[in-house]
């Protein structure tokens, strides 16, 4: 059993720099690739990035790649996302999620385990 626990979102100008914590309990963090999703109000959940275990291999979609930084701290049990140059369509409550499968959290279909959310705001 893995818990997620998100933090850091909040209210930000356009662009603006935010970075999202996800804190995951459990002794076998390494072993799940993790992602951050998001849903913006009226919306479907949208992929945002997936990381792997190791940390050493990423993906992003292409609405974030090069203005967000996903990243791991195994020591720490925790995976980050740093998000800069934010648009007010960034809008939207970001949630991690965690899975045994890269391609499974690339996916975004039958993910494990997924936390709560946290609201990001970006005003324009």
């Known amino acids: 059993q893995v818990q997620l626990v998100e933090s850091g979102g909040g209210l930000v100008q356009a662009g603006g720099s935010l970075r999202l914590s996800c804190a995951a309990s459990?002794?076998?963090?390494?072993?799940?690739?993790m992602g951050w999703f998001r849903r913006a109000p009226g919306k479907e959940r949208e992929f945002v990035a997936v990381?792997?275990?190791?940390?050493?291999?990423?993906y992003y979609a292409a609405t974030v790649k090069g203005r967000f930084t996903i990243s791991r701290d195994n020591a720490k049990n925790t995976m980050y996302l740093q998000m800069n140059s934010l648009k007010p369509e960034d809008t939207a409550v970001y949630s991690c999620?965690?899975?045994?499968?890269?391609?499974?959290?690339?996916?975004?279909?039958?993910?494990?385990?997924w936390g709560q959310g946290t609201q990001v705001t970006v005003s324009s």
């Open positions: 999620a965690a899975d045994p499968y890269y391609g499974v959290v690339r996916a975004g279909n039958n993910i494990h385990y």
């Open positions: 459990g002794r076998t963090f390494s072993s799940y690739a």
């Open positions: 990381i792997n275990g190791s940390g050493g291999l990423t």
